[in-house]
């Protein structure tokens, strides 16, 4: 079974300022992670994926996410925030093992607040 | 097509309707799945199809909700004999036998009164 703890339902910071997304995941074989975005009345637009290559991953928008595996974690990361990326955001989980089927274990969310 | 495409984008019913929401991937991508992502929640796995063949449907809630994929293309989720606690946003995704990523579509609202 696998699982993704989000801390925060909601992050709010200024225009500039650093983003962080905290996400921990609990997974019984090596996992695939993801973060998705969600910006209002649309569907999840994937920001960047960890599938057991570099542990530093850069995605769109200059978001970024690093998979800590003794942590369990994989935290998303923005140098300076901007409006644009008011939005909600999902970790998600996935494995291929035992008929999984790359299925998405999603968290509840973050909502993103950027303020001028 | 270019992306997933999902419709009715909003369907609102009442309480004891059928109501079907279509999904229709995209083109050659052979796995397929639903998702409902209630208010303020994480979306949460419904059905997964590989080709015609349901092959995981562990997250159906009840035996009032199907789906379908004939022809291991278009999908459509069928809710017999809705309830207040069924709306919610109906999430459609497919990808490539052979990838590990999900591509979403943007959704069927389904409000029931």
């Known amino acids: 079974a696998q699982s993704v703890t989000q801390l925060g339902s909601h992050v709010s910071v200024s225009e500039g300022a650093l983003v962080l997304l905290r996400c921990n995941y609990s997974s019984s074989v090596p996992p695939y992670l993801f973060w998705y975005v969600q910006y209002p009345n649309q569907g999840l637009q994937l920001l960047l994926k960890?599938?057991?290559?570099?542990?530093l991953v850069k995605g769109i928008n200059g978001f970024e996410a690093e998979f800590k595996k003794s942590e369990t974690s994989f935290h998303l990361t923005k140098p300076s925030a901007h409006m644009s990326d008011a939005a909600e955001y999902f970790c998600a989980v996935s494995t291929n093992s035992g008929g999984s089927n790359y299925k998405l274990t999603f968290g509840k969310g973050t909502l993103l607040t950027v303020n001028p | 097509g270019a992306g997933v495409s999902q419709t009715p984008s909003n369907k609102v019913t009442e309480k004891g309707k059928y109501v079907e929401l279509r999904c229709d991937p995209i083109?050659?991508?052979?796995?397929l799945y639903w998702y409902r992502q209630s208010l303020g929640q994480g979306p949460e796995f419904l059905i997964y199809?590989?080709?015609?063949?349901?092959?995981?449907d562990s997250g159906l809630p009840n035996d009032r909700f199907f789906a379908v994929r004939p022809e291991g293309s278009v999908s459509t989720l069928k809710i017999q004999r809705t309830e207040r606690g069924d709306s919610a946003v109906y999430l459609c995704?497919?990808?490539?036998?052979?990838?590990?990523?999900?591509?979403f579509g943007a959704g069927s609202r389904l409000t029931v009164l």
């Open positions: 083109s050659g991508h052979t796995a």
């Open positions: 995704a497919s990808r490539p036998w052979e990838a590990n990523v999900l591509t």
């Open positions: 199809f590989q080709g015609t063949g349901a092959a995981d």
């Open positions: 960890y599938t057991s290559a570099a542990t």
